[in-house]
């Protein structure tokens, strides 16, 4: 049986694990990627029992709504990809190769690894040396941007957050109102100033104040983009008035709202529209650590009034890949979806979705 033809959810289960198990035979080279952040249980090169164990158990538990997931992606890419990547979260980089993994993507590597840098005076000032001043060419003009070469990798040459494949196309377009929740260092968000142009706009949301600093610093350095609205805050489906001065100082990519319940400033997405600081929202883009749902949850009336293009991050924890495909479903809004990944590993997972 192909996957395609699978029409239940004992079917579906019954077609990944005997997958799983012929994979188990596969050694697939050269199938690691060093350079991709944050080490972690998925980029290590051990094969870690207990958590592909813990993974087959969630699997198995949750077969019928990872069905129900797979029978809405709308095309057959987004449906192998995500049986892909269900695979490589039961069997690592030891067994399963995910179709990213191609000459493109590591012509892209190489391109972005030779990228010429300089040092950035933020590197002292926030004592992390990984941050240098780029000078990105893929752009015109090009974009001036105080960063890790990694965000200059999936910002700019890998276009993460914006899809255009088989006739499927969403992406920030010229004159859309943009919003970029979980903007860290602000590359996400020039690159989206780039695409809408001077009649867009982005809302550049991150609560982090070292992370404000580089935002603020990094759209200084390129007056051409001054259509970009920073708001020190997290999307959630509450607003909490909590004082950011109580957070961790530093960079942290991987700075999640859950583990600081009631220390991060939290505002609905709908409440922002509502007071007219959020103008509109074309396309809706969400990377926040495994806080998506509850963002979502908080842009729900914003969402049903304007339809807006989605680019919500899928990865960060399992349950994601079941509850916010449900989530839009459930809204009933008629949106397509679609999945892209942007490692080749299972991190960097995004669904996009556009309403019929």
Request: charged share 25%; glycine share 6%; aromatic share 10%.
């Amino acid at each position: 049986m192909t996957s395609s033809a699978l029409a239940t959810p004992a079917e579906f289960l019954d077609f990944v694990l005997t997958t799983m198990y012929r994979r188990m035979h596969d050694r697939p080279s050269d199938n690691f990627d060093p350079t991709y952040p944050p080490p972690g249980v998925w980029q290590e090169l051990q094969f870690n029992v207990d958590v592909h164990k813990n993974y087959l158990m969630f699997f198995i538990r949750n077969h019928e709504g990872l069905f129900h997931t797979w029978r809405c992606l709308d095309d057959e890419y987004s449906k192998q990809l995500f049986i892909g990547l269900i695979l490589f979260r039961l069997l690592g980089h030891l067994h399963v190769r995910l179709p990213i993994d191609g000459e493109r993507f590591r012509t892209l590597r190489a391109d972005c690894q030779t990228l010429p840098s300089r040092p950035s005076p933020l590197a002292d000032t926030l004592g992390n040396a990984l941050i240098e001043r780029f000078s990105v060419p893929v752009t015109a003009p090009a974009i001036e941007v105080d960063c890790w070469r990694a965000n200059v990798f999936y910002s700019f040459y890998m276009r993460q957050y914006h899809l255009d494949r088989d006739g499927a196309r969403v992406a920030p377009e010229p004159g859309d109102h943009a919003v970029d929740a979980g903007a860290c260092f602000g590359d996400t968000a020039l690159a989206f100033a780039h695409a809408v142009g001077n009649s867009g706009r982005v809302y550049a949301f991150d609560p982090m104040q070292d992370h404000a600093l580089v935002i603020r610093h990094n759209i200084a350095l390129n007056p051409p983009f001054g259509n970009i609205a920073l708001f020190q805050t997290g999307l959630a489906d509450t607003d909490c008035d909590a004082d950011a001065g109580r957070l961790p100082r530093g960079v942290d990519a991987g700075f999640s709202v859950r583990k600081h319940a009631g220390d991060v400033p939290l505002r609905r997405l709908d409440r922002l529209v509502e007071e007219g600081a959020v103008e509109r929202v074309d396309f809706l883009k969400m990377d926040i650590e495994g806080a998506e749902l509850a963002a979502l949850r908080g842009a729900e009336a914003c969402i049903r009034r304007f339809r807006p293009k989605l680019a919500i991050s899928l990865y960060h924890t399992p349950e994601d890949y079941v509850a916010i495909p449900a989530f839009i479903r459930n809204l009933d809004l008629g949106y397509r979806m679609h999945l892209e990944n942007y490692t080749i590993s299972s991190g960097e997972t995004v669904l996009y979705a556009i309403a019929r």
